[in-house]
């Protein structure tokens, strides 16, 4: 059985323009990330900084509507740091949602895992 290995980037914290309401598109508002990459063998190193830096460029970019694209993007980019990259799991939540009662945070989780493009 193959071993992994993971590396774990909680509670990432950004300033960002991200929702689909009037405010939401000129007034940052702060959003956590949680990132979880799976690492299979080989010689290469995964390096953290690395993922850390490509969340942030993505967040900083500019707006984004929802939190789904995001998450995309971060695991996307997971995936562009290294061919070791397996699997990659993503969180992201927004503590500052509209609604009409208390709510502590709207959070969005995917996973998605390397493609075999050459079978």
């Avoid at 990330?33 to 460029?57: C, M």
């Avoid at 996307?76 to 509209?98: D, G, L």
Wanted: charge should be negative; aromatic fraction near 6%.
């Amino acid at each position: 059985m193959p071993m992994t290995d993971e590396i774990v980037l909680r509670a990432m914290r950004f300033q960002a323009l991200v929702g689909i309401l009037p405010h939401e598109l000129t007034t940052p508002q702060p959003i956590e990330i949680d990132l979880v990459v799976s690492v299979g063998p080989g010689e290469s190193i995964v390096d953290y900084r690395h993922l850390y830096d490509a969340a942030a460029t993505i967040v900083e970019s500019g707006h984004i509507g929802y939190l789904e694209d995001i998450a995309e993007r971060v695991a996307t980019s997971a995936f562009s740091t290294s061919e070791r990259v397996a699997r990659v799991q993503v969180a992201v939540r927004k503590p500052h949602v509209a609604l009409s009662g208390p709510l502590a945070y709207a959070e969005v989780r995917i996973e998605r895992r390397r493609t075999n493009d050459a079978a």
